[in-house]
């Protein structure tokens, strides 16, 4: 056989031989991977049999929370009562000219302080004087005709009977009684031009302030026209205001216990948020209430020397006692509100834990609030902190920082 034929014939076998090693090597990988996911297969089966342990955080050591506590302590308790109300003069007078006539004199400045009898105003009286000469020439004519007819009265009476018939003697005593009659005239019409020259002069009739002058010098005036001015009492001055139906009563049983005011302060505050020095007195209360507002009126009354109370400017009253009552009270910092309703506070055991207890309050005044139950003087409550605490956590003492109402370097901005 040639070469070339040992050639074609080896070629098949060669393919051949190649063929079976290419299906081996596949055969052998596939069986590697059958056996990997036959263990892993194996393994998760395994996992779910096994019993787990579960996996857990490394503790860490708790901690003591942070609090400021302040003791209970008994403090007096004076929050006052504010009303709106109203100034007032105790009287106001216009001055309205009696007669009329010609102004001549002003003896006052406008916007001054009279006193009751102070010479105002001055009228031209020159025709009321001569009224009054008249009047009292016609009193003197009157007086001299009475005394003639008296004197003929009496000639009369001492004549002899049937000298002098009667009907002349009854004429007499008309005469008489009539001169009478006429002086009593003559009398009430010079009482008439007196007060009329009087009235020519207008005096201020109380103490106060006297506005502005609606007539001057040479102004004609007549009681037609109007007042003249207005004078004011400002000093004293009153305060009046409406009292609910409540607060009536309370103040009303307090009255007649106390005797005077009460045992009430009454201040004010001006317009401009400064304090009234000086101190009012109960002056009258009315006798109804209000049937649309359920409020009675008040009036007080209060010394204004230096007339910074004006009449009818609003300002602000404040009632509370002369000696208030003491209550246990704690800062408003440890009021806060119950989960289940009302408030609470919480109470530093000795045992550093804290205790929530319910508490009936009244208002806060000044930083504080006064507890009805649930806390005794002496107790110390949490003032700062409140907010991570619970039943029976334990806590570390820190000091109040300065912005606690309670801690002795805290100012209130309104004081700033």
């Known amino acids: 056989m040639s070469g070339e034929e040992q050639t074609t014939q080896g070629a098949p076998q060669a393919r051949e031989e190649k063929k079976g090693g290419g299906k081996a090597a596949a055969a052998a990988l596939i069986g590697t991977l059958l056996t990997a996911g036959a263990g892993v297969a194996a393994g998760w089966i395994g996992r779910g049999l096994m019993p787990q342990q579960k996996m857990t955080p490394p503790q860490m050591p708790a901690q003591d929370i942070s609090v400021a506590v302040t003791c209970a302590t008994n403090r007096p308790y004076n929050k006052p009562l504010r009303f709106v109300a109203h100034a007032e003069a105790m009287q106001e007078v216009d001055l309205l000219p009696q007669v009329d006539g010609y102004i001549k004199k002003l003896h006052f400045s406008e916007g001054s302080t009279v006193k009751a009898g102070e010479l105002l105003y001055e009228l031209d009286d020159e025709r009321y004087q001569a009224v009054v000469r008249q009047r009292e020439a016609d009193l003197e004519a009157a007086k001299a005709e009475q005394r003639r007819a008296d004197r003929y009265l009496e000639r009369?009476?001492?004549?002899?009977?049937?000298?002098?018939?009667?009907?002349?003697?009854?004429?007499?005593?008309?005469?008489?009684?009539?001169?009478?009659?006429?002086?009593l005239q003559a009398e009430a019409n010079l009482v008439v031009a007196r007060y009329d020259l009087k009235k020519a002069k207008v005096y201020a009739p109380i103490s106060g302030q006297i506005g502005k002058s609606n007539a001057y010098v040479g102004d004609y005036v007549s009681p037609a026209k109007g007042a003249l001015a207005r004078i004011v009492q400002i000093d004293p001055i009153r305060v009046t205001f409406p009292m609910t139906d409540r607060s009536y009563i309370a103040w009303r049983k307090a009255r007649s216990g106390g005797g005077g005011d009460g045992g009430f302060r009454l201040r004010l505050k001006l317009p401009d948020g400064s304090d009234y020095a000086g101190q009012g007195k109960w002056d009258f209360d009315d006798n109804a209430m209000s049937a649309e507002t359920a409020t009675i009126s008040m009036r007080l009354s209060f010394p204004n020397p230096e007339r910074l109370l004006v009449p009818n400017s609003y300002?602000?009253?404040?009632?509370?006692?002369?000696?208030?009552?003491?209550?246990?009270?704690v800062p408003q910092s440890?009021?806060?509100?119950?989960?289940?309703?009302?408030?609470?506070?919480?109470?530093?055991?000795?045992?550093?834990?804290?205790?929530?207890?319910?508490?009936?309050?009244?208002?806060?005044?000044e930083g504080w609030v006064p507890v009805l139950e649930g806390?005794?003087?002496?107790?110390?409550?949490?003032?700062?902190?409140?907010?991570?605490?619970?039943?029976?956590?334990?806590?570390?003492?820190?000091?109040?920082?300065?912005?606690?109402?309670?801690?002795?370097?805290?100012?209130?901005?309104?004081d700033k």
């Open 375 to 414: 806390v005794k003087a002496g107790e110390r409550v949490v003032t700062s902190g409140v907010g991570k605490l619970g039943p029976g956590k334990k806590v570390r003492l820190a000091e109040a920082t300065p912005n606690e109402d309670t801690h002795p370097g805290y100012v209130r901005p309104s």
């Open 334 to 365: 440890a009021i806060i509100d119950a989960i289940g309703g009302g408030v609470q506070v919480y109470v530093l055991k000795d045992d550093m834990t804290v205790e929530p207890r319910a508490v009936k309050t009244l208002d806060m005044h």
């Open 315 to 329: 300002v602000t009253l404040l009632t509370d006692y002369s000696k208030p009552p003491e209550y246990t009270c």
């Open 156 to 183: 009369t009476r001492k004549a002899e009977a049937g000298v002098i018939p009667d009907s002349e003697r009854d004429n007499a005593e008309a005469k008489a009684d009539s001169a009478k009659a006429a002086v």
